[in-house]
């Protein structure tokens, strides 16, 4: 994934959480920093087939944010 990923942790949810700003509403979660980012890369992938089925647009990755 060439997607900036954001990871944090959460203390609502209890868990880490990875997001990829540019593909609206992609997130997962896990128990470790990784297994959110694992989690996050298949979520991702996911989003992109589901967008490639629809004809709507995948957006280009932009690589490192300027803020967050």
């Known amino acids: 994934m060439k997607y900036e990923t954001i990871i944090y942790w959460s203390e609502e949810d ?19 920093a990784k297994e959110a ?13 589901t967008a490639q089925e629809l004809g709507r647009p995948i957006p280009e990755p932009k690589g490192r ?4």
């Open 14 to 32: 209890n868990a880490y959480i990875a997001e990829i700003p540019e593909l609206a509403g992609c997130m997962a979660d896990g128990l470790t």
């Open 37 to 49: 980012l694992h989690n996050v890369e298949r979520i991702a992938q996911e989003w992109i087939e």
């Open 65 to 68: 944010l300027k803020y967050a």
